[in-house]
Every structure is written in C-alpha cells, then in structure tokens.
C-alpha cells in the first residue's frame, strides 16, 4: 500500500543584496539563500488541511527581516544561515531545517587609481557555499564551500602504471595539463572564531596545496588538498571535494607538418573525468545531515 | 588526525548515439552517460600508486563499445545501465559501480504527411533519466525517471488554510495557477516487462493524475501523483518527486483602470517554492543505494 | 572629439503569460516580450535630463496591460507585436519601435484518456520567435520564427568533392549523419490570414524538406530548406536561417575489435559548423530593419 | 522566384588553450575562437558541387595550427585573429573572413605567499571579446571588448523627472542601487602599441570612470563611460556599450514593523532594462562591417 515517505519543503534562491551603509566605505553582502523545512507535514500531503504549513512567501519574507534584523551576522553567510535556521525549527511542525546559501563575492572598484567607497565588481573567480542544518532538538552543523574555482597546471601532472583492460587506450603520461573546477565542503566541528577569515584561510590552503602538489594522480591530489585543509583549519571534521578532470587533449598537428611540444591544447567539454572523496579527521563521530542530501 | 573517507570516480557525461539501421524505418538512442566507480582505491589517493584503477578514458571507451555490443538493449537505457554497471563491478578493485543515463526522445518527422524513416525531431519536453547502481556481491537497484517536464494548470488549485507568523503576508486563494518542473525517480522492487512501455505508463500516469487533481496545495499533488504511479506500475517500490512550484503572480491592473480576472500572469523565475516527497509501498525493505547520492 | 552615436532602449524579457478563460477549454499564450525604443534620447545621454524617457518600468506596465487589453491578438506574437509597437511609436520621442517575443508552446495534457480542459504541458521542442519593428512614420516589418528545433538525418547525407588545403584532413563521406539546431526568421512581405495557421504551415514545410532531402552538404539543405518555405508561404519575402553543424562523430571501434556500420557515434559539443544564409524573394524591395540587429 | 541571398559560413568554438613554456613563469591563452566566411560559395547551396568549400573541419585545424605556428601573437587575440582573417581572406572562393574570439582571462596562484610558476586559476570576472574583420581587398577591422563584466553602486545614483504616461507607476528617486553587467566593444581606428596594454587600460578606465559618475541615469553613465574610454585610448574611433539594468529593487518591510533605509534588497532576474549605445570619434569614416553581424 503507498505510503508517505520522507518529505520536505521551502523557498529555494532567495535573492537578497544587503548594503552596509553604517560605514563609509559601505560593505555589501549578496546571497542566493534556499531554505528547506521538514517534520509533520503529513496532513498538507494527505488532505490537504494546511493548519500546519508556514508558507514559502513567509520563509522568503523572513529572509528578508533576517537580512535587516540580523545585522552584521548578514555578512557572513554561516552566521546568517544559522539565525535562520534556528528560527525556522521554532516553528511548531518543524523538526529539521536547511539553509544552504550561494554567497557572490564582490571587490571594490578603484577610480583615479584609489579604493571607492561605494563602487563594486562582482568577482566571478568562485562562489562561496553554506549549508546550515540544524533541529528542533538543539543540533546544529554548519557546512561551509566553495563552487566554481577553476585551477590549472601546465606541468607537473603525472598519470601512469594503471590498471590496463580490453577497453584500454590511454598512454601513460609523466607531464599532462591538470585542470579542474573545485567544489568543496567543509564541515566545521568547531566554529571559527571568525567566519570570514575562516574560509579566506581554507580557500588559500587550498589553492596553495593544489599550485605546489606534483601529482600522481588527481586522486592523490584531492587528498593532498583535503589534507592541508584540515591541517590549515584545525576546527574542520571533513572536507568532500568533488573534480571533474577538465581535460586538456594535445592537438595533433603532425599532419600539418608540426610538432606540439605541449604547446596546444584543446579545451574539450565532454565527456570528462570526474573524481569524487572526502578527507576527515580519524577522532570525530559521524557528520549526521551536515553534508545536504534530502 | 587526517583520513581518506568515502571516494568514487568515473567519467561523466558520455554522450553517445546508438543508430538501429537494421531495420527500415530506422531508429535512435540518444545517451548521456555517467559512471562513477567505488571500492579500494586508496593508493592512488594515498601514493599515487595506480595500479588499481581502471582509467577514466577506458570507462568511456566500454561505454561505446557496449553501445555496439549489447544491441537492442541500448534502446532501454535501464538496460544498457545494467549491462554496464554489472561489467564495472567485474573490475578488480570496483565494489560499487553506478550508471546514471539521461536519456534525450526523439520523434519521426513528417515528409509529405508520411512518417519519415530516417529524419527525427528533438522531443524536448523533458529527459529519460536511468539510475542503475550494482555491487560486486550481486546487489543491484534501478531506477528510472523523468527531468524537465513542465506542466500548468490554469484552475482547480486552491491554497489557504496555512500557519500565519509574523512574517506570513500571502493571502489565501480558493483559484490560483499551478506550474512545475517535475522531477521524479521511482526505483523498480520488481522489473517490468518492457522498460520503455514501462516509461510510457508511468509517464501517463503521472501527467494524468497532476491534470485531473484538484490541489489544495503542492504537497497534496504531489501525494496524488506518487500514489497514481504506484498503483499503475505495480513493481515500483518507491517514487521521489521534486516539485518546484514555479510561481505565476496576478498582475495588478488596478493603476491603469483595469481589472484582471486570472487572465494576466508573470511568470517569476526567482524565488519558488520547492516541494520534495516521496511515496513508497509499506510492504519493502529499504531501497538501499537505489537512490542516487554518494 | 567624442560625439554620441546610435542609441536604443527598453525593457527586456517581460514574462506575461495570458489565459483565456472565455472559453472551456482554456487556451494559454506565454511569451517574453523585449521592447528597444530608439529616437531623440540625446537629453538623457548628455545631461541627465529624462524628460523625454518613457520608464522602462512603464513599458512593462504597457506590456502587461495590452496583454489585458489586446484580447485576441495577444494570442498571435506577431499580432501582440505590432500592438504594442505601433503604440510605442506614438511615444513623443521614439521613433522607432522593436518587439522581439519568445513564445513558449504548450500542449493540452490528458486525463482518462481525454484531453483535459485546464491543464497542459509545455512542448519543449521549440520556441517561436517574433520581431516586429514600427517606424513613427508609419513602417512596419513582421518577421516570424522559430529557435531550438534540433532535427536530425540517421542516413541520406553526403558531403565530398570539397577544396582541400595544407590543413584539410576530413575524409569525404557518402553517408553521414546531419543534425542541426534551426533558427529560422522570415519577413512577411505581405500579412498572412491567420499568424498562428501560418506559422504551422511554414515548420511543417521547413521540417518536411528538411526530412525529404538528399544532402550534398548542409549548405544545399539550408538552400532547399529556404525555397520549401517560400513556396508555401506565398507572402514570405525572405526567410534567414542559422544552421550549426552538430557533429555525431563515428566512434572507432576497431582498438576493440569491433567495427561500427554507422551505429555508435559521439555527439561533439565544440567545436560546430555554423552555416547561416537567406533566400528571397526577387522581386521585391529590401527588408529595411526587418530581421533585428541594432 | 526565391533566390540565395547572403551566406556565410565557418567553425563556431574552437576551445584552444595555448601554454608557453619557453619562458619559466609559464604563460597561457585561453581562447575561444570562431571564424565566418562569406564569399562566392553559391554552387554548393544550388547544386551541392562542394569544390570551392573549405571544410569547416580544415578551418578547425587551422586555428589549432596557427597557435603553434603564429608564436607570441597567440598571446593577443587582436593578433591571433588578424594573422587568422588574414590567411582565411587568401582561401580562393572568401572574400570576407570573420574571427571572434572569446578569451578567458587566468592568474597565477600562489604557493606558500609567492606567484606559482606553472598553476593558475581562471579570473571569472569578464570575458575579453575580439572581433577581426578582414576583405580579399585589403580592408580590416579590429574590435576589441569585454563580456561579462559585472558592477554595481550602493550610491550615487538617481533617476526622476522622467515622461510619464497613463502606463507610468515608477517612484522617481535620488538615490537608487545601480548595477549592470557591462558587455562593450571598441573599434581601433589605430592600432594601439600593445594589444594587451590596451585592454588593461580600457579596462581601467571603463570601471573608473562607472565608479567615479554620479549617475542621473544609466543612459547618462553609458556615455560617460564611452567618453572616458576614447579619451584613454586615442586611436579608438568607436565603443558600442550594452548595459542591462540589474534591477536591485528595496523590499517592502513594513509589514513587520521594519524600515529599510537602503539596506535590504532583491536582486531581480527579469525583466530588467536595457540600454545601449554608441560613442564615436566625429572625425572619421564609417566602422564598416567592423562590429559583429551578418
């Protein structure tokens, strides 16, 4: 017989710019927030009775509130995702709630060769990820990340001695191109004591782990990222890195009468390599929801 | 101290064309293929030691030579996924293989008000999605899906009744427009017969049901639909919809001296809400991995 | 010394999607409007001074209204189009007005077997596209379209004989596979009866010519292509079409000992052919600003 | 009788990554490069009699070709591509050769606090554009530009005393949130000393001079933009800006009893203003076919 299994629900991408006008220069703070809300919603799916259903119109006006009520919290979206998620598991059929947010980086602009107080550029090189998870029991985890930063090696890339199967074509390779798009999460087991310093940190532990790795693999090279994550921020309980191999293919051009010293490359879309793991530190419990899922 | 967690590769997105010319008309598959392997691939990770590890390149390779192999089972991709994934599981150090498959229809063209043998129009009304995972101890779930599928109702949707909070504005509405992306995946307890006949059903099924239900709310249709396709398709286990309620705003006439009886809409894109549940037979063991995540 | 050139304006991608209620069943039209207004803006420009700037804020409201107002013809792009852009033209300052409108197709879905009355599915498989262009003079050019619609030839193409240089490596070919993604737009010379008759009559004319004809190149396709739809639209002046190359590249198979009789092939992203060209009518004068640019 | 009009043809994005490795920093070019030509190409669209075609496919490897062989001036994409157009325009049949390229812009990474030699992450914040135009007669066309590029002001902005109409609802105000994504392109009407030089120094001086205006609307900023670019780069004759006015609207907090004194804002997806224009040298010729279309 069908039975209702595990639900939930919300407002996805809110899109919500706060100014810092308090100071001069003014500081701004923009993200795309999504909240998703589960417990005992039975009743909405079943019949249709929605006593117990906070709108999704309220959950996108009480980010809104948040933005302005919640001060300079707003400008660190862990900090952020936390008041709201803490807010959300008071409301009475609330047993779990999630609020991930995209964060956009922006820098200021300079005019006559000076820093203006009031004239930004959106700084495309990476989107900074949150998810706050927390119940109505008093837990809480706070996931940051980072989405979107592409990185690239012209040597120093290895990839020989695998395995070889009916289907195997590859030549081994002692110098390839490496490139990839990191996405990472990162739990923290304890908080930082400032949230923005905190991911200004990781994300310079992390592009340095990559920039000086000689890599044997990108396998090895994930857990050498992931390694010096946890050795940078000694609060973090697990990293989970996701790389796609963005494959650069040398072009052929003896046809044409030409060598390619690993000068040429195609930039090639698909199909690519993608190359999943995480890193955690051997003395903490599990992780529980902090990583999203349903 | 630092550990190696989960981790898994493959390669994604292997877009391959399987053309039936042995018979006239012709016919086409049209594929989109990931793999992502799981197992004991520490070395690599640990010393790049890659002895272990089947290459990426030669996942995409299997995946075109069984485009040619395994012949009419390309054209179901649930059984195309099978074949592969119980392969990879073959793979020494592979404990897990999944094969995700986004499957793009086609329809015949018209030539002269003929049905066309060899000419075919992109179908884009949404995309075939297959999930197959399979372990190497002969475990193994499918499950299929559908992605992209836009569907609107213009009356029988009603909304109110809700929790009001500080923050909650909306008012309620016995008459509102209705419209969605579904997303669905519903895992096979047991194999149909036919997988595409399966995919038609369930797909009428579905579309039937959101049409011909009068809603009080999201949650509720949701709840009706997974209902509908369980009990049209009695292998199914379990079915997950993901529900983005892609809101379609009245647009206030009033300064302009007109009214709007539910004529004119805009269509927002950001935010929505977004309505996820499952429904699921009461009488089955847990899915297991069926549903794709790590 | 710096002087200001050609400058346009207005709102873009305007939402609005109209019901038609009068009627059981309902009918649907869902469009994205953009509006550009161009004429004697220099005020704004040089000194700031907008009093001769119609808000684009109110050329959303005019869009939204007139789909209220415009009863029927909202049902029509081309009919919507010219609506609002003879109103434009009455604006003081503009003295030209564009109406570029994306349409988004639905179909009725079905419930117990019947089509259902209120509810409906979008048809992914192409978007129709208007740009209609008004002079204060009195002016005006309607060209019809359609974008996305990806089509596809499993046999009856060939492609050989081709001037071959120091970089020209392909093999000719006798039978290959052709796939395209259409963009069309054609000039009315003269109105037709029915938009909404005509635009079906020119894609079952554009896709059963493309279904019905043996390629010597796609360049001979598009030609072929052009005359069909001149020759069932009578009224049609010129028709523009777009065509890339989607390349589905024979997968080599033989490293595995297979063959591959035009069975497997990778769908390539990047690099594609792009052949673009017009055929016209030649007996009538030039298009002016028909077919947009700026 | 239907007759062919305009045709033209080529290869659409050729994604090649150029490394120079005979200088330690490594450097790279990340090009996107796509090349139209027109000329007399009729026979193949009338009679599919290909023998004055060269093969997309030959174009393809000719760009691969040129980035081994055309050495530092693969370095600059106004280069690139001129020495591209040029060898085209001497292929028999091509009268006109048209080379875009989208360039993405990388920096070096940094390792233990100093600029890594060989790693590099991709600067998302714009994309530089080229657009090489050149005739079998001699003439050649160089535009330059940039995508992409976002910006934004908490500030300085105003916007009132604007034609108001019976459609008319906007607020005038005296302090608005202004943002836009910046898409320009500028024709050299003398070649600058230093492509690379050049672009920085545009660059400069458009993002100044956006942070340094005080805005009475966006139509005022785009030609103090313009004004302020020629003004830097004296031999460029032409800039053709496209500014979409990213609408950052102040929410409404009053119903929960908050003000919002500037603070809190949706950052609005569609519709959005667009505004473009052109500022130009008054004494010289025509740019010809220098900005991009048919």
Redesign the interface.
């Known amino acids: 017989?069908?039975?209702?299994?595990?639900?939930?629900?919300?407002?996805?991408?809110?899109?919500?710019?706060?100014?810092?006008?308090d100071t001069d220069p003014?500081r701004?703070a923009?993200h795309n927030v999504?909240v998703?809300l589960s417990g005992d919603?039975a009743d909405?799916?079943?019949?249709?009775?929605?006593?117990?259903?906070?709108?999704?119109?309220?959950i996108?006006?009480?980010v809104?509130?948040f933005?302005?009520?919640a001060g300079d919290a707003v400008g660190a979206p862990e900090a952020f995702g936390r008041a709201l998620a803490r807010h959300f598991t008071a409301?009475?059929?609330v047993s779990r709630a999630r609020v991930r947010i995209e964060t956009y980086p922006?820098r200021r602009?300079?005019?006559?060769g000076q820093p203006?107080p009031?004239?930004?550029?959106?700084?495309?090189?990476?989107t900074r990820t949150t998810t706050v998870t927390a119940t109505d029991d008093g837990g809480g985890w706070t996931v940051s990340g980072v989405a979107?930063?592409?990185?690239?090696?012209?040597?120093?890339s290895?990839?020989?001695?695998?395995?070889v199967?009916?289907?195997?074509?590859?030549a081994p390779t002692t110098d390839r191109?490496l490139a990839t798009e990191v996405s990472a999460q990162w739990w923290h087991a304890d908080d930082p004591a400032d949230w923005n310093d905190s991911h200004r940190t990781v994300l310079?532990a992390l592009?340095?782990a990559?920039?000086?790795h000689h890599?044997?693999?990108l396998?090895?090279t994930?857990?050498h990222v992931?390694?010096a994550v946890?050795?940078a921020g000694p609060g973090i309980g697990?990293i989970?890195l996701s790389l796609?191999?963005k494959h650069?293919l040398l072009?052929d051009?003896s046809?044409?009468g030409?060598d390619?010293?690993?000068?040429?490359?195609?930039?090639?879309?698909?199909?690519?390599?993608?190359?999943?793991?995480?890193?955690?530190?051997?003395?903490l419990p599990d992780p529980g929801p902090a990583f999203a899922?349903?």
């Open positions: 017989m069908p039975v209702l299994g595990h639900t939930q629900y919300g407002k996805a991408e809110v899109r919500v710019v706060r100014v810092f006008r003014h701004i923009d999504s998703a919603f909405t799916h079943l019949t249709g009775d929605n006593s117990g259903v906070l709108t999704t119109d309220a996108r006006n009480t809104n509130a933005a302005r009520e409301v009475p059929q922006w602009l300079e005019h006559d203006h009031h004239a930004f550029t959106r700084d495309g090189g990476h979107g930063l592409v990185v690239l090696k012209t040597t120093g290895e990839f020989h001695g695998f395995h199967d009916r289907y195997t074509t590859l191109m310079g592009t340095s990559f920039a000086g890599s044997l693999s396998q090895q994930l857990h992931g390694v946890l050795t697990e989970r796609p191999n650069h072009v051009l046809p044409f030409l390619n010293p690993g000068e040429v490359f195609h930039a090639d879309d698909r199909p690519y390599g993608l190359i999943e793991g995480a890193v955690r530190r051997d003395d899922g349903w």
